[in-house]
């Protein structure tokens, strides 16, 4: 099977940088995407960043554009979310979405159990 270890969560000043990471392990013969989302307290989870394993193709919500960097380590098979200049809207459980194909030959789609992101003074 998959699991998937999420990392770097925490508390940060409005204005401030942390780093998520997201590694991938288990019977896996290829990866397709990893991708971010977010859940704030009352809303629905949304679309934050992905990136095509192959090709590192990239996209982001607009309202991460130009502040969060999605980036891979093929090798590790960890994503990473560079997130900066933080606003307090930012603050969500971020979870990592990962699909590709088993050894087996089946398909997965798994789901990280997310990491807490505050953004607060």
């Known amino acids: 099977q998959v699991q998937l270890v999420e990392s770097g969560g925490g508390l940060v000043q409005p204005g401030g940088s942390l780093r998520l990471s997201c590694a991938t392990s288990?019977?896996?013969?290829?990866?397709?995407?990893m991708a971010w989302y977010r859940q704030a307290p009352g809303k629905e989870r949304e679309f934050v960043a992905s990136?095509?394993?192959?090709?590192?193709?990239?996209n982001y919500a607009d309202s991460v554009q130009g502040r969060f960097t999605i980036s891979r380590d093929n090798a590790k098979n960890t994503v990473y979310l560079q997130m900066n200049s933080l606003k307090p809207e930012d603050t969500a459980v971020h979870s990592c979405?990962?699909?590709?194909?088993?050894?087996?030959?089946?398909?997965?789609?798994?789901w990280g159990q997310g990491t807490q992101v505050t953004v607060s003074s």
């Open positions: 979405n990962t699909a590709g194909r088993l050894l087996s030959g089946h398909e997965f789609d798994f």
């Open positions: 288990g019977s896996i013969y290829s990866i397709y995407a």
């Open positions: 990136i095509s394993w192959s090709a590192g193709r990239t």
